[in-house]
């Protein structure tokens, strides 16, 4: 388990007597929470979980915000999450903003596009698959530069939307600025006119609207199936990938245990790949599954006897 450590400081008039309304804190706690298990479930599926815990130092006006990445271990051998790609308590904080990092986080990305209409968004490759994103808009500062992983964070509307309400007590009477600290150092503030309406819908898609999307016959390898409802499965296609069964009658064959699936077992199906490109054909985020028709499943390799 890792913590991260972090200050938020809201200041104004209405924290003169040194308490804040829970009518406003509450929620914009409850936000940021949900922004975190949003976020950790984005890059991690249910292969980890992510909470805030909080320490209030209201003679400062100022609370602290701890965060905790709990990680397990998945398969017999015992190898590392990190290893399977697992998004660390850090990576997340610093896309998210609650600590400084190399680039701008999501809380930048919404002060930067608030009110401005895009005109493009080139994705900037790298070695390695770790690319950026340019998103270009009209008038002054005409563009910015972020990470891919604050481009989906961002392009995922229920995220984007707590991040914003995470910034709602500004938009109430005597709150005059919300602080992100590190250390002694403030490296992001927020004040009412940086804070978008969520009615007004202020902020700008940046998604473009062109889709690619493919019917892949292969095999994928069960990691973690979905035993009630129809929560996404966890599969092995290349790598872990998470992805809904839309094929109803084998699904309900199987949580009915009418179908067998034994752990490690592989599933032989057809796989829709969604993959969000620009006009280029440049993908812009990775792309999302969904299994669309079952055809077999095939069972786990037996172990050789050496007697």
Known sequence: MKRIKSTIK????ALTGRSMDVADLAPSLIALSDVFKGSNYL??????????????????????????LAQTIWNQIGSLLSE???KTAKEIAEWVGIISGSGVSLFGLIKFLKGRKVTDTVVLKQEGGNHNVQISVEGKDSSIIVQQQVYELYTNKDIRTKAVSVLQPLKSDG???????EGNEVFERFIPSDVPSIQDD?????????????????SVRIRKPAYEGKSKWT???L?????????????????????????????????????????R????????????????????????SFI
């Open 84 to 86: 399977d790609g697992i």
């Open 175 to 181: 709150y005059e600025s919300l602080e992100f600290y």
């Open 239 to 279: 790598k872990a990938i998470d992805a809904s069964i839309e094929d109803e009658v084998w699904l309900e064959e199987f949580q009915s245990n009418k179908v067998s699936a034994p752990p490690n077992s592989s599933l032989l199906v057809d796989l829709e790949q969604n993959v969000i490109v620009n006009e």
């Open 202 to 218: 202020e902020l700008p898609d940046i998604r473009p609207s062109n889709e690619q999307i493919s019917i892949i016959k292969t």
């Open 235 to 237: 599969l092995v296609y």
């Open 43 to 68: 890059f991690n599926g249910d292969r980890s979980a992510i909470k805030v815990l909080v320490n209030a130092d209201l003679e400062q006006n100022c609370f602290e915000l701890s965060l905790q």
């Open 281 to 304: 054909g440049e993908a812009l985020e990775d792309p999302t599954y969904r299994v669309i028709k079952v055809h077999a499943v095939i069972p786990p390799p037996k172990q050789m």
């Open 10 to 13: 809201f200041d104004g008039p």
